[in-house]
């Protein structure tokens, strides 16, 4: 369509460099140049969240922001979430609470609870349910999405 | 070790939580073209000429069909329920002469990159003359295409004397009820990858899902391949409910273009094709009238009823019509009854099943006239279903009807016990007590109840295939498929304990057609309790053959072995001589002396049948508190109290309850395809189709029975599915209708802040 930009995207401290096109959206981007297929796209219009990542620390909807926009931040994704086989307390909290079914929602929760955790440990509990009314999940009916993000809360206290 | 009945952790877990989940969009292959499809902006129209010329010079494109491309291609047969009134509606391909709803495909582009096709898709012109559009069911029967009218077909059920119940009433209800145009709606869109290996001759299709063996024998039909000459294969699923997974219009062409274009072809549809193409569902109107007693005993119920099906006639063909008259009557006596469910098309989505399909809308119709009922006579919601409820010594009970191809009769069950212990536990009478005080105070707080029966564990076979390796590693083959429900978890339990291996060795497979020969898939919450069968079938057949062989090695009697975590030993003598699985497996090698003419090794291929279904049931109590100044409905209390026979994982059926609750309000409250007089689709992205999030979500407790296992399996079992969303519309209109003070005010779902606006209005004038 237009011609390709030179970009370069740093995902969970590993350099990307990309030839992309302008409107490339940055979902897209992490998912087929950079390979990381765990960010999913569950609606393209910045409703559903199930794209989040975290630029910067804070969570973002990589569906809507260009790959161009991203040059220069630090993104992390779900994959970037375990170091080698330790599970991340938010993976591991998830995994014990049944926080999951079908899985396709989970990485934009994961990253979305990582990032509101991460910038308030001690967020009170309505608070949190507000932040995770951010996201849609299909399956859980949130019940156990709550209380693994709290019990991850416990663990991920400083 | 015991395993089932233990909330053990998810097996499938691990991929889904660190991002290696293999997903329909992550699933490439090298050389790939993308799919884009063009779809009819009208709701009914004469398709005229496409222009292809300037699509066609874009970059990168590689072919665009049109109908004309594709004619050689039958139309896409019924699944379920098949009637031959049917057959006229069934849906094509690509539109041919005429479009009958928004969305429907009439083109499909084919590039380079899925920016390219969709650039290209955007440019494909169609010449479309408007023809008028019908948009409501329950209107009078009209042409709807030539030689063809708007009523397809009419299912209808009865038993016992309806006109004599009429003639006894003391007095007759009449209600009419209204449930809205849903859907599902998984998070992850559907897709397909579809690719010939020109060394194996195999079409394979990739992000199949739900009904794996079926859609290989059907789009391998539609396309003219032999059987063998086609597998599809299931990776990770973003949620199932009923829609997805059917053969749809673009699987096919995903598979055809992979033959004809000799390149892997990817399809992934965004959310807007979603909510315009895959099925929807729900949209009954139902006119109830009932006999009753004086004293509330329903004598009688004549439903007429009118399924809005959409454009057009697919895979489910007459399934929800047919389970709504079924499943009507519920858990309650009712010694005459006659429904008529009428198959209405209209130029909207064509619909199909959706969880709990005819049941969230019947269970809705239906506890609305107990309610009626109630009311009628002066008592209390409970004491009117208390008054009409089957006794336990009338179960099982052969409820006159049919359904899906089996006899309805209800397995097993008690009703009265299971109400019992769900009033008990939210403490019905003090709840009561608080919500009419407070009410006295000013607030606008009401109670609801629903009851139900469920149905799950569909026939007519299931087929599993079980091998141990030399290593002690099982293998299960099942035909069944994963839609997020824990398929790997609930059956490596069932296989763990029955054969007395450790659940990490197991390996639970499903929606592979290249692995076994025969699958009927994930639907009508029958995984468990058909599939789980015949793993406990077979995996009983290798623990006895284990144990024989062990016998021989170990020099001890048969009997007086045990085995668990896959180490076979004298019982309770641990430490002591033992042998593993693994052992067992390489000492049954082809030649050994220890075969004794058996067949070498430890495998097995078990089946098991059932002619019926199982019926589990359930009661929900949920409490609403409405805000008259937002007209906001807030659930503060909500109780799914259900029978399962027999849980395998309280912690995965729990969560099918609360996941299946947050549907069932998503209906009562939010969601909804609202469409226009022209027939265009309002609700075409998340912002218009609203879901509950976190927010609007009560905390859902849960009651979990195994008061009344199912006679019909060796486990006992029954679905976990579908009790959660099943009576959630029901219970919460009975909740708005009491904080309203206004009975039977709610005939309609969902229940928008415009509604309680408008009843409010109506209050105060009167």
């Not at chain 2, 004619?71 to 849906?91: C, M, N, S, W």
């Not at chain 2, 097993?412 to 109400?419: E, I, K, R, V």
């Amino acid at each position: 369509m237009t011609e390709k930009l030179d970009v370069t995207l740093s995902v969970n401290g590993k350099r990307y460099e990309m030839k992309v096109e302008p409107r490339r959206m940055l979902a897209d981007a992490i998912r087929e140049e950079c390979g990381l297929t765990g960010t999913h796209l569950g609606c393209e219009h910045g409703v559903c969240g199930a794209c989040t990542i975290l630029m910067d620390d804070k969570p973002v909807r990589s569906c809507l922001m260009f790959a161009v926009q991203a040059e220069g931040a630090e993104l992390r994704t779900v994959e970037g979430l375990a170091k080698g086989n330790e599970l991340h307390p938010i993976q591991q909290a998830f995994w014990d609470h049944h926080g999951l079914q079908c899985g396709f929602c989970t990485p934009g929760f994961l990253m979305l609870a990582t990032g509101v955790l991460e910038q308030n440990p001690n967020i009170g509990d309505e608070e949190l349910v507000h932040a995770l009314s951010s996201n849609l999940c299909r399956c859980t009916g949130y019940q156990n999405i709550l209380k693994a993000v709290k019990a991850a809360r416990e663990e991920m206290k400083p | 070790m015991n395993y089932i009945g233990r909330s053990v952790k998810r097996l499938e877990d691990l991929p889904l939580i660190t991002g290696r989940g293999r997903f329909a969009a992550d699933i490439s292959f090298p050389n790939q073209v993308y799919m884009r499809v063009v779809r009819s902006p009208f709701a009914h129209g004469k398709l005229g000429p496409i222009d292809l010329s300037e699509a066609l010079a874009q970059e990168g494109v590689v072919a665009i069909w049109t109908g004309k491309d594709v004619v050689d291609i039958p139309h896409i047969g019924f699944r379920l329920t098949k009637l031959a009134d049917l057959e006229p509606y069934r849906q094509t391909i690509l539109a041919q002469d005429r479009v009958r709803y928004v969305g429907e495909p009439i083109a499909v582009v084919f590039a380079e990159s899925q920016a390219q096709a969709e650039d290209a898709a955007e440019v494909v012109f169609a010449e479309i003359d408007d023809l008028p559009v019908v948009i409501r069911a329950i209107d009078p029967v009209g042409e709807f295409l030539p030689g063809r009218t708007t009523e397809a077909s009419v299912v209808r059920k009865a038993y016992g004397d309806i006109d004599d119940a009429f003639r006894r009433a003391a007095h007759v209800i009449e209600l009419e009820l209204y449930v809205g145009r849903h859907s599902g709606i998984p998070m992850e869109t559907r897709g397909a990858i579809a690719r010939f290996d020109e060394s194996r001759q195999v079409l394979e299709m990739h992000g199949a899902a739900k009904v794996p063996h079926w859609n290989r024998a059907t789009i391998s039909k539609l396309l003219g391949l032999p059987l063998e000459g086609m597998h599809l294969y299931e990776g990770h699923v973003g949620g199932g409910f009923g829609i997805r997974g059917e053969v749809y219009p673009e699987d096919v062409l995903t598979c055809l273009a992979a033959l004809r274009l000799k390149r892997p072809v990817k399809w992934i549809e965004d959310r807007k094709e979603h909510l315009l193409a895959a099925n929807h569902s729900r949209d009954q109107h139902h006119r109830i009238r009932a006999a009753i007693d004086e004293n509330g005993f329903i004598l009688g119920i004549d439903d007429d009823f009118f399924t809005d099906q959409g454009g057009y006639v697919r895979t489910h063909a007459a399934t929800v019509t047919d389970l709504a008259c079924a499943m009507l009557p519920g858990p309650y006596v009712i010694p005459a009854y006659r429904a008529a469910g009428h198959i209405r098309l209209t130029n909207k989505t064509p619909a199909g099943t959706y969880r709990a399909p005819g049941r969230y809308e019947t269970t809705f119709v239906r506890e609305r006239l107990l309610d009626a009922v109630g009311h009628k006579v002066g008592i209390d919601p409970i004491e009117v279903r208390r008054r009409n409820l089957i006794p336990l010594d009338k179960i099982p009970f052969a409820r006159g009807l049919d359904t899906l191809g089996t006899e309805v009769t209800y397995d097993s069950g008690d009703y009265f016990g299971l109400m019992d212990q769900a009033l008990q536990r939210v403490g019905y009478e003090d709840m009561k007590k608080a919500a009419a005080e407070r009410r006295a105070k000013g607030e606008l707080v009401g109670i609801g109840v629903g009851y139900f029966v469920e149905k799950s564990g569909l026939g007519p076979m299931d087929e599993v295939d079980i091998s141990v390796d030399e290593d002690g590693h099982v293998r299960v083959i099942t035909g069944v498929a994963s839609i997020g429900q824990g398929v790997e978890t609930s059956m490596a339990q069932i296989c763990a304990e029955r054969l007395g291996a450790s659940i990490d060795k197991i390996t639970v497979i499903h929606g592979q057609t290249d692995l076994i020969g025969h699958g009927m898939g994930a639907f009508a919450s029958r995984v468990t309790v058909m599939t789980g069968s015949a793993i406990y079938i077979g995996a009983g057949q290798l623990r006895e053959r284990a144990l024989q062989a062990a016998a021989s090695l170990l020099q001890v009697p048969e009997a007086e072995l045990e085995i668990d975590e896959g180490v076979i030993s004298r019982k309770g003598q641990v430490p002591g001589p033992s042998v593993t699985l693994g052992d067992v497996v390489r000492a049954l090698r082809p030649g050994s002396t220890l075969l004794n003419g058996n067949d070498p090794g430890l495998k097995t291929v078990a089946q098991f049948t059932a002619d019926h279904m199982t019926y589990p049931y359930g009661f929900h109590i949920g409490q609403v508190r409405i805000d008259p100044e937002t007209c906001g409905i807030e659930i503060e209390k909500y109780l799914v109290a259900y029978d399962i026979g027999k849980s395998i994982n309280p912690m995965l059926v729990e969560g099918q309850l609360v996941g299946g609750a947050c549907q069932g309000i998503g209906g009562a409250l939010y969601e909804q395809f609202v469409y226009d007089e022209q027939g265009q689709p309002l609700a075409t992205s998340f912002m218009d189709y609203v879901m509950p999030t976190i927010t609007e979500m009560p905390w859902v407790d849960t009651l979990v029975r195994e008061d009344a296992p199912s006679p019909l399996n060796p486990l006992g079992v029954k679905g976990a599915g579908e009790g959660g969303t099943n009576a959630v519309g029901a219970t919460l209109a009975g909740a708005i209708d009491e904080a309203l003070q206004m009975p039977g005010a709610i005939t309609s779902l969902p229940v928008g802040p415009a509604t309680i606006y408008n009843l409010l209005k109506k209050k105060r004038a009167a």
